[in-house]
Every structure is written in structure tokens, then in C-alpha cells.
């Protein structure tokens, strides 16, 4: 089984919820400007469980970051596009670090 995330950003902790919980071979998102991201088993519930609790836990504080971040004197619309890029690129960098530690295989392809 895959899952599609139509977000457009990086995984949210519901998907890597789904992800651990439901045993899901691989997940993707393509983003606006036309990279797909993917995360999938190296084996078949390879997983580490533990992916679920340590990526959710660090979304919550790059959540905070993120805040911290958008809100320098920007209108509410820069904020909130600057808040999403923040956090999808702190999830990003979480994820190229992090994956393969859990049993999981991280990739980016940048589509034409």
C-alpha cells in the first residue's frame, strides 16, 4: 500500500502516523514546484516504531521555530508562506538526517 499526500510540503506527523501504523510500503508528496518526495521501507516492516514518536516530537518544536521565524513584522500572508517553507525545510533536513536510522529510505527527485 502507498499513500499521496496533496499537501505540497514535506510529511505531516498524521501521514508518518499512517506510515508506522498502517504498514505503508511508501509515501509521496509533490510539491508546487514539482519535486517528489519519498519516503519508503527499506523492508517490509523494517520501520523502527519509534520514527512516529521522535518525528512527530521534532515537528512540534520546528513548529515553534517556524513561528519564531515568520512572525518578523510580515503581513499574515508572508507569515504564513514563510512559516510553511520554515517548516518544510526543518522536516526536510530532519528527514535526509533521520530516515535511515528508523529503517526508512528518504528521497527527493526533482521533476521537469
Known sequence: MSLNDTSGGTFSENDISKFVSYHIK???TVSP???TYSLRR???NSVDPALEKHYN???KIAKIEADSYALQGYNEYEADKLW????HELAHDWLLKNAQNYGCVYSVERNE
Open 33 to 35: 514546484y514539482g519535486e
Open 84 to 87: 510553511r517553507q520554515k517548516l
Open 42 to 44: 527499506e523492508k517490509y
Open 57 to 59: 516530537s521534532y515537528v
Open 26 to 28: 511508501e509515501i509521496r
